[in-house]
């Protein structure tokens, strides 16, 4: 499989979605109807865990329901520092969702507080990989320490070039806040 970005990840999280009229109740007039939605972040914490699919199973044809269960190697290219600006809620609605056109409303104002005005930004300080199989393997991490990234083992740390954490097959990304 190819390789993918996590902001594309994200992208897609985030994405608008178009519900089907047999999938989506109307609140409002209670009838099915034709319908939208969107997944986005109302609030940001100090720091943020990512955790990469690595593990799938799906029941396999003809077999009565049995599980079948792999692991997943397609290598998440993610960044040393991530705006998640694009991702909050309040991005979303002033950019994609509603158009101010579409919702009636009034167009909302350009402020500090939205998308690109107001970057909210992450810096990565540990990625966490499995190395094995699916049904047997062995967790390590990468630990940054200021500009040093650190290889963490059961019995050794060693000091490695941001390159190979960059390379890793992560399992696990951990951020923080930058200030």
């Known amino acids: 499989a190819g390789a993918v970005q996590l902001e594309a990840c994200l992208r897609y999280f985030t994405r608008v979605e178009r519900l089907d009229a047999q999938s989506y109740k109307c609140e409002a007039c209670k009838t099915y109807r034709e319908g939208l939605k969107q997944l986005s972040l109302d609030g940001l914490a100090p720091s943020i865990c990512f955790q990469i699919k690595r ?105 490695v070039p941001q390159d190979q954490v960059l390379a890793a097959q992560a399992y696990l990304l951990l951020y923080i806040a930058s200030e």
Request: glycine content about 6%; proline content about 6%; overall charge negative.
């Open 55 to 159: 593990f799938e199973s799906i029941r396999a044809p003809g077999t009565s329901g049995q599980q079948q269960s792999f692991k997943v190697d397609t290598h998440v290219h993610f960044p040393l520092v991530l705006d998640m600006a694009p991702y909050m809620s309040e991005h979303q609605q002033s950019s994609k969702l509603l158009s101010p056109a579409k919702s009636g409303a009034a167009a909302p104002a350009k402020d500090a507080d939205r998308g690109e005005d107001n970057p909210q930004w992450y810096s990565l300080y540990a990625v966490v990989v499995h190395i094995g199989k699916i049904d047997s393997g062995h967790y390590v991490a990468y630990i940054r320490r200021g500009l040093e990234w650190f290889f963490c083992d059961d019995s050794s740390v060693v000091l």
